[in-house]
């Protein structure tokens, strides 16, 4: 009988043969990025695609479970932000023989944590923004520039990205928001796959209902 094989979280390459797409929860270091079980990423060394992250900011990237994140996307933390309420944006501070101390948090345009939901599909290229949360099921197209919050299920692209399109209707969405079969284990998603990947949504809409009645 063969041996039982379970998806790992944390294997580096979660495609056999494919060593070109890695799971990021394997291979992070920083304490402020966090990336849940079985997202990937359609590249190499994950970190160098998150930029301007500084312990000093005190901003981390959260990223969900079960995300697509495609090659050559950016993820643009807090540290990028320059003053800009002053009569120069130059960071003085920054460089030797310049006598100016770093300003106080309060005046610079920090927007706090970067956070990305569970099945949140980013297209390649696409660039996101500091502070921008992006809801479950989501998904950013090629090249987007995500500045502002995009809502669950909720279609985006363009410069800057504007909604195009929501997935499903309240009611799908809402069961879907409910249901959050992300979190399930392995066993059980491996039974719902079917019923994730049916084109059929009324069936699965049924399915969902009758699952969240019987909680």
């Known amino acids: 009988m063969a041996e039982e094989i379970f998806p790992n979280p944390n294997a580096v390459y979660p495609a056999p043969g494919v060593d070109t797409l890695t799971q990021p929860k394997a291979t992070v270091k920083s304490p402020c990025i966090s990336v849940g079980d079985f997202t990937y990423f359609a590249d190499r060394d994950f970190e160098k695609h998150v930029t301007h992250l500084y312990p000093w900011n ?25 003053q800009m309420n002053g009569a120069t944006t130059f960071p003085f501070y920054i460089f030797e023989g310049w006598e100016e101390s770093a300003p106080p948090s309060s005046v610079m345009p920090l927007r706090g944590d970067t956070v ?42 363009g410069n800057p990205a504007k909604p195009i399109r929501r997935r499903f209707d309240d009611e799908m969405i809402d069961l879907l928001e409910r249901f959050r079969w992300w979190d399930k284990s392995p066993e059980e998603i491996n ?8 084109p059929d949504t009324e069936k699965t809409r049924a399915f969902l209902r009758e699952q969240l009645a019987q909680q």
């Open 58 to 82: 005190g901003d981390r990237l959260v990223i969900g479970k079960f995300c697509q994140i495609a090659a050559g996307v950016e993820f643009v933390m807090n540290g990028a932000n320059h």
């Open 116 to 157: 990305i939901g569970n099945d949140v599909w980013i297209g390649q290229n696409a660039t996101i923004l500091p502070g921008v949360r992006i809801g479950d099921g989501a998904i950013i197209g090629l090249s987007a520039v995500v500045g502002s919050d995009v809502p669950p299920y909720t279609v985006v692209a």
């Open 191 to 198: 039974a719902l796959i079917p019923i994730l990947t049916t």
